[in-house]
């Protein structure tokens, strides 16, 4: 099973970016859904942004946003550092939250379905705050 592990949380004032980082390990040669995923308190967990990666091949699918994350946030995969990241700029108030990075080995295709319900391997959480 895929260990991962955020970092990169903090606080920011509104309008400015943060950058989350998960390593990811104990991956097997094939393709994975990549996601993160946020969780405010009283808040069911949501799904932010995913793609599809291959460690086995190095394909990347296309990422799939939240609408809440279009346009601000960007998801990547740096393979050389086994690295998933989340670029967040133009943060808000209503983006702080904990956020989870996790993964689901995907058999075939590569289109994922931004569900939590999917996925199977979840970080601790880095904690995002925004300040008005």
């Known amino acids: 099973q895929v260990q991962l592990v955020e970092s990169g949380g903090g606080s920011v004032q509104a309008g400015g970016s943060l950058r989350l980082s998960c390593d990811a390990s104990?991956?097997?040669?094939?393709?994975?859904?990549m996601g993160w995923f946020r969780q405010a308190p009283g808040k069911e967990r949501e799904g932010v942004a995913n793609m599809y990666y291959s460690w086995y091949t190095g394909v990347r699918g296309t990422p799939l946003y939240a609408d809440s994350a279009k346009g601000r946030f960007t998801i990547s995969m740096d393979n050389a550092k086994n690295t998933l990241f989340l670029q967040m700029n133009s943060l808000k108030p209503e983006d702080s939250a904990m956020y989870y990075c996790?993964?689901?080995?995907?058999?075939?295709?590569?289109?994922?379905?931004?569900?939590?319900?999917?996925?199977?391997?979840w970080g601790q959480g880095t904690q995002v705050t925004v300040s008005s």
């Open positions: 996790a993964a689901v080995r995907k058999y075939s295709g590569t289109n994922c379905i931004l569900s939590r319900n999917l996925y199977r391997s």
């Open positions: 104990g991956y097997s040669n094939s393709g994975y859904c």
